[in-house]
């Protein structure tokens, strides 16, 4: 997408300062939602587990949006907290459009494959996909755009979080859905394409 100054287009017009701390905030809220929504499920008696996926079943497809922000216990919201909030903010800094343009996509492409593919009676929920879906985001957007700042990115957080996505592709961990975490890493690659920034001569990528 393209801007002119004035216009909000993709928030290129802001000073980096702005666009960081819009970025910051935006996941701090996203995050403190999960956290809240765990709380109320808890509270509940797990009322709310019921708005994660079960495959293959029409009326599910309700629930292909809310599942990712629903988790099963503490431990599973703390354990996507901090790679949705780095990556996230990460991927925000871009602009908060298509940011949100890419987690729709995610969420949706990642929802829709766990209705399509995971076993059955199987019930999944979870902001894991999304994560992996900007790690794919951002793995490979830097090169898709030929800028050098979004390559060492994506090389850094390979270099992070490398080990954690293989693990999480691999289908060798019972009660961890493998399809959600690689459908997610295709769907946050293939964003990378869909929406990919063009170049423009004030904004051209460094180096050849």
């Keep these: 997408m393209s801007g002119t100054p004035g216009t909000l ?23 403190a939602l999960l956290w809240l929504l765990e709380v109320v499920d808890v509270a509940s008696g797990h009322a709310l587990d019921r708005f994660g996926i079960v495959p293959r079943v029409p009326s599910e497809l309700a629930d292909v ?5 629903i988790h099963f216990g ?10 949705l909030l780095v990556l996230g903010f990460l991927a925000a800094l871009g602009g908060i459009g298509r940011f949100l343009a890419v987690c729709a996509l995610i969420v949706v492409a990642d929802g829709l494959g766990v209705w399509l593919v ?30 050098p700042v979004g390559v060492l990115v994506g090389v850094l957080i390979a270099a992070i979080w490398g080990g954690s996505i293989l693990a999480g592709i691999a289908p060798t961990q019972a009660g961890v859905s493998w399809q959600g975490h690689l459908i997610g890493l295709a769907a946050g690659v293939a964003a990378a394409f869909l929406f990919r920034r063009r170049t423009g001569p004030a904004d051209a990528p460094l180096g050849p």
Aim: hydrophobic fraction near 45%.
């Design 65 to 69: 949006v809310p599942a990712s922000f």
């Design 9 to 31: 287009g993709t928030g290129r017009d802001r000073s980096p300062g702005d666009r960081a701390t819009t970025a910051a905030k935006l996941m701090v809220g996203w995050v």
């Design 118 to 147: 995971s076993p059955e009676y199987s019930n999944t929920a979870g902001a894991s996909g999304l994560v992996f879906g900007l790690f794919g985001f951002l793995l490979v957007s830097g090169f898709v755009e030929r800028r």
């Design 74 to 83: 503490f431990a599973h919201v703390a354990a996507n907290s901090l790679p």
